[in-house]
């Protein structure tokens, strides 16, 4: 009589493979999309390739940067080597370094969308500040351009309006107010 407490090996194979899945999928070929519906193509695709061509980062050193663009398809390919030296208060400083390969293709329809992606693995939430990045790189080329609305939902929706300006120059000093009644911002 075979032995309750054994278990074949074999029943443990579809459980093992759904999570090595699982954990492959997790990791791996992210892909990210941003619709810039309020912009001719031929402005987004400038704007995509002048973003992988000369990148900006406030936190980052770029110390490598490759770039092939293909024109037919719109869609360019980046290499990218990152590097920062972190200094906090009370810690070692450390250097830190990010190596990214990925690509940002323009769509040929309606609405003009970018599908940011990698085949690599990645930390998804390090894939998305990176792909939140490049987006925002684009939409501020693009209000290098002129006028752009941000889309729905997006973080840098809370921008001011075009043709908002703010009443008074910075560093303006508001009159003092007469006695018992609050100052205007």
């Given at each position: 009589?075979?032995?309750?407490?054994a278990t074949?090996?074999s029943?443990?194979a579809?459980?093992?493979?759904l999570?090595c899945a699982?954990?492959?999928?997790a990791?791996?070929?992210?892909?990210?999309?941003?619709?810039?519906?309020?912009r001719p193509?031929?402005?987004?695709?400038?704007?995509?390739?002048?973003?992988?061509?000369a990148?900006?980062?406030?936190?980052?050193?770029?110390?490598q940067?490759e770039v092939?663009?293909?024109?037919?398809s719109h869609?360019v390919?980046?290499y990218?080597?990152?590097?920062r030296?972190?200094?906090?208060?009370?810690?070692?400083p450390r250097?830190?370094?990010e190596?990214?390969?990925f690509?940002?293709?323009?769509?040929?329809d309606?609405p003009?969308?970018?599908?940011f992606?990698?085949?690599?693995?990645a930390?998804p939430?390090?894939?998305w500040?990176q792909?939140?990045?490049f987006?925002?790189?684009?939409r501020?080329?693009?209000?290098?351009?002129g006028?752009v609305?941000?889309a729905p939902g997006?973080?840098m929706?809370?921008?001011?309006k075009p043709?908002a300006?703010?009443p008074?120059?910075?560093g303006h000093v508001?009159?003092?107010p007469?006695?018992?009644?609050l100052?205007?911002?």
């Open positions: 009589m075979p032995d309750s407490r074949p090996a029943s443990f579809p459980a093992a493979a999570a699982l954990a492959f999928l990791g791996c070929g992210h892909s990210q999309k941003c619709d810039f519906d309020d193509r031929d402005d987004v695709w400038a704007a995509v390739v002048q973003t992988a061509r990148p900006r980062y406030s936190d980052w050193i770029v110390v940067n092939k663009v293909d024109e037919a869609r390919t980046v990218r080597d990152l590097r030296d972190l200094v906090e208060p009370g810690l070692d250097r830190e370094e190596q990214w390969r690509t940002a293709q323009v769509s040929s309606s003009v969308t970018i599908t992606s990698t085949p690599d693995w930390v939430s390090h894939f500040r792909a939140d990045h987006f925002g790189q684009v501020m080329r693009l209000g290098e351009m006028p609305t941000p997006d973080p929706g809370t921008a001011a043709g300006l703010d008074k120059a910075p508001s009159e003092k007469a006695q018992g009644q100052a205007t911002p």
